[in-house]
Structures are given as structure tokens and as C-alpha cells.
């Protein structure tokens, strides 16, 4: 059952991920890195409300479902190697302040959203 709900949960994931790449390519005329950056924030508040509820007891979830939101759905949303092939791509084009800021902004946005999520999750009644 538990690599059943990390292939469901991978499929849905990715497949909510494609999405947000052609909602970008058409708002933005391209996708990356914006798709990825989107993705990879909507992706960290995510874990972390869910950490957070879990964490207050406000959210119970059994082994499977921890698998198939955390490891399934929202592994298979967030792009860490998309946003590495981004940044590498800036950079070999010459924006290097471009890859930099990127990669920068990605983590330590992600980083401040986890957070906010958990803490979110910790006093929201997600259950």
C-alpha cells in the first residue's frame, strides 16, 4: 500500500505541476523559472501547514496518508531539480545575478513559507 500511495500521490503531484508550467508558459510566455518558483512556495507552505497540524495533533493522518501528501503528492509538485536545472541554465546563458537571485530567493522564500506554514498548521483546526 505504501508504494501504491507514493505512485498515486507522485502521479497527482506531477501531474498539478504540469499544470502550473503551461498556466505560466501562458501567462508568462515561458515557464521556467517562475512555474518553478511558484511551485516550489506553494509546495513548502504546504509541508509545512501539514507538519504543523500534525505537530498540534490538529491533523492525524495515518502512515499512509502521511505517504501518499508528503511523499506522493507533494514530492512529485515540488521541482528542486528543476529549479537546479534553472539556475544552471541562467547561469550558463551569462545571467549569473539572475541564477543567483533565483536560486537565493527560491530557498530562502521556501524556507520563511515552510515556516509560516507549520506555524499556520500548529493553530489551524485542519481535521
Not at 7 to 30: C, D, V
Not at 50 to 75: D, H, K, V
Request: charged content about 10%.
Amino acid at each position: 500500500m505504501t508504494w501504491l500511495a507514493v505512485i498515486l500521490g507522485g502521479a497527482l503531484g506531477s501531474a498539478a505541476r504540469h499544470g502550473m508550467n503551461l498556466m505560466a508558459a501562458r501567462a508568462l510566455g515561458s515557464p521556467s523559472p517562475y512555474a518553478t518558483a511558484a511551485v516550489n512556495m506553494i509546495g513548502s507552505f504546504a509541508i509545512g501547514v501539514i507538519a504543523g497540524a500534525l505537530a498540534a495533533q490538529r491533523l492525524a493522518l495515518t502512515p499512509i496518508e502521511r505517504t501518499l501528501f508528503i511523499t506522493g503528492i507533494l514530492g512529485g509538485f515540488t521541482t528542486f531539480s528543476s529549479l537546479m536545472i534553472d539556475t544552471l541554465t541562467l547561469w550558463q546563458a551569462g545571467a549569473i545575478a539572475k541564477a543567483t537571485v533565483n536560486l537565493l530567493a527560491q530557498v530562502v522564500l521556501g524556507c520563511m513559507l515552510v515556516y509560516a506554514g507549520y506555524r499556520l498548521g500548529l493553530r489551524s483546526s485542519l481535521d
